[in-house]
């Protein structure tokens, strides 16, 4: 099994754990980047990227949450997601790179249409916010 197989089956085992803290901090490299889809500068380093991803599992981890689409291409994978959110369908993809360790090196969220990217903004800001207090 590959390093990126190996990480990818990490993070579904992540995914299936709805958000376990120690398994998150396991797979992330210490310089991690995460690409937020309503924050416009890239946010860096492990604490960051997992408050992050973190909060994004409290939000979007329902129980409507699954993956229907997964590719893989060398380091990278692309998982599309579907999930409702307040009766709003959302669409997405994580874009993960992954190091020569298998740990998480890049992680990039893309959703759509624009009511679901209001509503994770929303969710997310509010999430976050109670992360910091």
């Given amino acids: 099994m590959s390093n990126v197989q190996t990480g990818l089956a990490r993070w579904h085992a992540y995914m299936d754990s709805h958000g376990d803290t120690g398994l998150l901090s396991a797979m992330m490299a210490e310089d991690a980047v995460f690409h937020s889809p309503v924050v416009h500068t890239p946010q860096v380093g492990k604490p960051v ?17 699954r993956y229907v689409r ?23 993809v994580d874009i993960i790179r992954f190091d020569e360790a298998g740990m998480i090196s890049d992680f ?26």
């Fill in 70 to 92: 997964e590719l893989v291409d060398g380091h990278e994978v692309m998982l599309e997601f579907v999930t409702e959110l307040d009766r709003i369908a959302v669409n997405g």
């Fill in 108 to 133: 990039k969220v893309m959703v759509r249409p624009l009511k679901a990217i209001n509503a994770v903004w929303q969710m997310m800001g509010a999430q976050l916010a109670s992360v910091k207090k």
């Fill in 49 to 65: 990227v997992m408050a992050y991803l973190l909060a994004a599992a409290e939000v979007l981890g329902n129980d409507s949450f």
